[in-house]
């Protein structure tokens, strides 16, 4: 079974940077792409940013320029650096990735449980 775990969410005061993590646990041959979602309250759930296993990146433009996402696939673990964060990026964040369990079958997508992450004016 696999799970992904998210972690580093909080409290943050506006222009401040918050690190979350995501790793990834259980059998996994191949993660493939990995990705950051958030869900404000009331809203449909928007992406964030995604990279692939080639390490190409793509990002909403609401975040361009303040948040980074990186992968470490040595420990099967994603990444989301934001910085000057605003009120409006107050959110639930979820991870996702898409995994293989094993070589011969299809990669499917999982997500994790989600991390709050407050941003005060």
């Known amino acids: 079974q696999v799970q992904l775990v998210e972690s580093g969410g909080g409290l943050v005061q506006a222009g401040g940077s918050l690190r979350l993590s995501c790793a990834a646990s259980?059998?996994?041959?191949?993660?493939?792409?990995m990705g950051w979602y958030r869900q404000a309250q009331g809203k449909q759930r928007e992406l964030v940013a995604t990279?692939?296993?080639?390490?190409?990146?793509n990002y909403d433009d609401s975040v361009k320029g303040r948040f980074t996402i990186s992968r470490d696939g040595a420990k099967n673990t994603g990444y989301l650096q934001m910085n000057s964060l605003k009120p409006e990026d107050t959110a639930v964040y979820y991870c996702?990735?898409?995994?293989?369990?094993?070589?011969?079958?299809?990669?499917?997508?999982?997500w994790g449980q989600g991390t709050q992450v407050t941003v005060s004016s």
């Open positions: 996702n990735a898409e995994i293989q369990i094993a070589g011969v079958l299809p990669s499917r997508t999982y």
């Open positions: 259980g059998t996994i041959f191949r993660i493939n792409t």
């Open positions: 990279i692939t296993r080639g390490g190409s990146t």
